[in-house]
């Protein structure tokens, strides 16, 4: 029997004395059936003949009617359930306080399910998001890694309105505190650094800990979003909170009622959500500029949702982690707190070595040519480039006894030139040792693998064109791009709800590659005069200082298809530029040069770069 202090009433008489609050807070009728039917305090019968009850209230008044008649033990192992499955009886758990309620001895041995929709759909997202993300994806189909063997702190600074800085956070889950908010109405985490930097990686670290219940949080739902999927919507295309909520992350199982929705509606703080890369989609933004929706059973575009979300007109109180790349502004009013990701400082570099050598002579190799190389070391201090460097290293090192990495002066360009030369070695059978002894040579190396690299360059050239970060598997074909080339590395599979309406299913290891290979096609083409690079310079620069809006250039070059939209920023195409320059520059002329050669020699096995 439930005790209830000394003189304690019977849980039969406390159900009768309150029955109105009961009747008209008792939600989730199905959990309590089903955990009455497994106890055998309800037979099939009886619970049928609650099921056909017509309203919710009538049903809740025959449960109550039949424990009555079971007996204390049944009423007391009710009043058990609610205490229980405290998150589907949220409006009773001030009651069960009112009446002091402890659960008997008799109650506590027996087993309560938990049936109830909202707490099965907080399992379901656990599952699927603890399933997606253990993994760092940017390895590749064939080659993943864990992200707790991998993940690395970063540093994360926080920021007031007026841009001063309020000192380093000292864990990842005093993001989500109230510590540091500057401006209590705002309603968004504002996460801003550099390309590469991590920003991804955080959201992925966050939200991997909460699906293993080790963040410090109420929220019981996670929806996890990247920007640019907001972008894929035609204009005229309306949808429904429910549907953005449900259908791009993952549907509530067994729920008819719609309680997962309703219970989301009334306590907006039980929800977490993230969207990454908001950078990605600025410029839909600023030429959408429409009002806000305020009622969540409103449709809306997708986009004019997100902004709801984000200023707190929809879901007032959910939690909310944006990040972007630097140099995008947020609207202060919107902003509660900021923090600017700083990539590695030496410490967490030292702790990224350890993590990626297992092996201890490769891991002293790096650690002295680092130390040798405060440029090189500046450079890793973003994990982007960082992993790149270690992976081709690791990699590198395999095939060529004699790898060492660059010196002195090493650029971003080098870096990224690294990465397709560890790419395209990737195919070849693993070396003999004599082989492995024989010297390096880059430029055979792109030239053997020059075909999928003019077919990656095509990709990237025509997703700048477009403004498309994803695409299909017939886009690649169209580029000379076949089921081999698909496993080198360049690319990687979109997850399967970021973009259910669009049969695209792949994008680029990370948009500084697509980047990369947008400038090595320009400079492969050898149709591409001269002077069309050189105009592409004085382009960007003027984009830079007008209104940041870069697609023009190549809608010059080809006509745009109507229904899509340029949602890159100017930083996509000032990397473009830095790449070119890397590429033109001396150190590379020769290697360069040797290439075009070579297309121009063997033109028909090529797929055009234009
Ligand atoms: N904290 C970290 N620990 C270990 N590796 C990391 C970490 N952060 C980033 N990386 C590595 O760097 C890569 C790029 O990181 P991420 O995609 O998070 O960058 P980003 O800041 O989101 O870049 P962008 O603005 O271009 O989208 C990751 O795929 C991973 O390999």
């Known amino acids: 029997m439930g005790q209830v202090g000394e003189e304690s009433p019977s849980c039969r008489s406390l159900l009768t004395y309150h029955r109105e609050v009961l009747v008209s807070k008792l939600r989730s009728i199905q959990c309590v059936l089903d ?23 009538n049903q809740v008044r025959k449960i109550l009617e039949l424990a009555q008649c079971k007996g204390e033990q049944a009423c007391d192992f009710l009043i058990y359930i609610i205490y229980t499955v405290g998150d589907a009886y949220v409006d009773l758990q001030p009651w069960l306080k009112e009446i002091n309620y402890v659960p008997s001895k008799d109650v506590s041995v027996l087993t309560v399910e938990n049936t109830d929709p909202i ?173 806000e929706v305020s009622s969540p059973d409103e449709k809306a575009h997708p986009l004019q949702l997100l902004t709801s979300l984000l200023s707190g007109k929809l879901l007032q109180g959910s939690q909310k982690v944006l990040t972007a790349r630097t140099g995008i502004e947020m609207q202060q009013k919107v902003v509660k707190k900021k923090v600017i990701l700083r990539g590695f400082s030496p410490s967490h570099l030292k702790t990224y070595i350890r993590l990626h050598f297992k092996d201890q002579s490769q891991r002293e190799r790096v650690e002295i040519q680092l130390d040798a190389s405060p440029h090189l070391c500046g450079l890793c201090s973003t994990p982007l480039f960082c992993w790149i460097v270690f992976k081709s290293f690791t990699h590198l090192h395999t095939m060529h006894d004699s790898f060492e990495l660059p010196e002195s002066c090493i650029t ?97 290891l990370h948009l500084t590659l697509q980047s990369f290979l947008v400038a090595f096609g320009l400079i492969l083409d050898e149709d591409m005069p001269l002077d069309t690079i050189l105009k592409f310079f004085a382009e960007c620069s003027r984009k830079k200082k007008s209104s940041c809006l870069p697609c023009d250039f190549f809608h010059n070059l080809s006509p745009k298809p109507s229904g899509t939209r340029g949602s890159q920023t100017n930083e996509h195409l000032q990397f473009t530029n830095l790449f070119l320059c890397g590429l033109l520059s001396k150190p590379k002329t020769s290697l360069m040069e040797q290439l075009v050669i070579f297309v121009i020699c063997f033109c028909e096995s090529f797929p055009m770069v234009r």
């Open 412 to 508: 971003l360009t080098d870096i990224f030139l690294l990465l397709c030369e560890m790419y395209l070695t990737r195919s070849a059978p693993p070396p003999l040792s004599i082989q492995r002894r024989n010297a390096r040579c880059t430029a055979e190396t792109f030239k053997s693998g020059l075909k999928p690299l003019a077919g990656f360059a095509k990709l990237a050239l025509q997703g700048f064109d477009k403004g498309t970060f994803y695409f299909s598997q017939d886009e690649l074909r169209a580029c000379g791009l076949t089921e081999e080339d698909e496993a080198l590395g360049f690319l990687r599979s979109v997850s399967e709800y970021e973009n259910t309406e669009n049969p695209a299913t792949f994008e680029f």
């Open 35 to 57: 955990n009455l039917l497994s106890s055998e305090f309800l037979c099939e019968e009886e619970v049928e003949a609650v099921q056909r009850t017509d309203t919710k209230p």
């Open 119 to 291: 707490s099965r759909y907080s399992e379901k997202q656990r599952r699927e998001i603890g399933r997606d993300t253990s993994f760092i994806m940017s390895y590749g189909q064939r080659e993943e890694t864990r992200l707790e063997e991998l993940y690395t702190d970063t540093l994360m600074e926080l920021f007031n309105g007026a841009n001063e800085s309020l000192g380093l956070l000292d864990t990842l889950e005093q993001l989500l505190t109230d510590d540091a908010v500057f401006n209590p109405q705002g309603e968004t985490i504002y996460v801003v650094g550099d390309a590469g930097v991590g920003k991804s990686i955080l959201l992925q670290k966050l939200q991997n800990l909460w699906s293993k219940k080790e963040l410090v949080t109420d929220a019981i739902f996670l929806f996890k979003f990247r920007c640019r999927m907001f972008s894929t919507f035609k204009d005229s295309e309306q949808i429904s909170l429910r549907d953005l909520l449900f259908k791009y992350n993952c549907f509530p199982d067994l729920d008819p009622d719609n309680e997962v929705f309703d219970y989301i509606v009334r306590f907006p703080h039980k929800v977490l959500f993230t969207f990454d890369g908001y950078d990605e989609i600025q410029d839909d933004l600023e030429r959408y500029n429409v009002p």
